[in-house]
């Protein structure tokens, strides 16, 4: 038996032993002595040794927040990424770079290496893509060089225009419906805050910054009012600044009229077959 070895056999003319963990570019000598063959005769004793294979793998990075091409609504955020290795991390040479310049960050013990954290007090603009680099190496002198980035928008999203306009009218009755925003949308959020009313089945599709409402069946001669409610979220999560209404109205806005029914209305008949007709 063996310390740090985990099993032993031997079949035929071969014995194996195996071992659970080997460290990066380590040499192990071996030495075996006291076998006998079947008839009692003594081998010789017999040594070698080999190193195991350097280590060529960088450290690994994860957790990048804000996430890679995410956003983020805060204008002043907390960058941060971790960064392990197996063999560990050096970390004398961790490095990270906010829009191209080196920065002083925080640094805290993880398993298997460490997270890198900056706070940017000074405040990002509107709109800014930022673009962040770790730089590591581990124990081995194996470099992670990772650049990522991510959008800073701390602005509401607003309506710009709908279809059809606010108080339209006579309109076709398999009109469809459409909301245009001044940015990229949380698709879902957007057509979970949708309305109109009176209530229509219909489906949602998209183009572009455009979500458009096809009714199932055809609208009836009245007035509708749509209402996007403050659940609809751009992609960072901010949210509609109000709700926002508007109608239309579908044909002439009055419903067909009725008459000349027969029988009549709450009336009788004494014909078992009768004719029921109405205008």
């Known amino acids: 038996t063996f310390a740090g070895w985990s099993s032993t056999s031997v079949a035929n003319d071969t014995a194996t032993w195996t071992h659970t963990v080997w460290e990066y570019n380590e040499t192990i000598g071996l030495n075996v002595s006291g076998a006998q063959d079947l008839a009692g005769n003594a081998q010789m004793q017999y040594s070698w040794n080999f190193t195991t294979a350097a280590d060529g793998t960088p450290p690994e990075h994860s957790n990048e927040f804000p996430a890679v091409g995410g956003y983020t609504t805060n204008a002043t955020p907390t960058i941060s990424v971790h960064v392990t290795d197996e063999s560990g991390v050096n970390s004398s040479t961790i490095r990270l770079y906010i829009q191209g310049f080196s920065v002083y960050y925080d640094l805290s013990t993880i398993p298997g290496g460490y997270n890198v954290s900056y706070t940017h007090e000074a405040g990002f603009d509107d709109g800014d893509e930022v673009t962040c680099r770790i730089v590591a190496e581990d124990i081995s002198g194996n470099v992670l060089d990772f650049t990522w980035s991510f959008t800073v928008d701390i602005s509401a999203p607003s309506i710009v225009s709908v279809s059809p306009p606010d108080g339209a009218e006579n309109l076709p009755l398999n009109t469809t419906i459409s909301a245009t925003f001044s940015e990229q949308m949380n ?27 096809t009714p199932a069946s055809q609208l009836e001669n009245i007035t509708y009012t749509i209402t996007i409610n403050t659940g609809a979220k751009d992609l960072a999560g901010n949210s509609l600044a109000n709700n926002y209404s508007w109608s239309f ?31």
Do not use: L, R
């Open 249 to 279: 109205t579908a044909g002439t806005g009055i419903p067909p009229e009725h008459s000349n029914e027969c029988p009549a209305v709450g009336g009788y008949t004494s014909d078992t077959t009768p004719t029921i007709s109405g205008m």
């Open 187 to 213: 698709k879902t959020s957007v057509e979970q805050a949708f309305s109109i009313s009176p209530g229509v089945n219909g489906s949602f599709s998209w183009n572009g910054n455009t979500t458009i409402f």
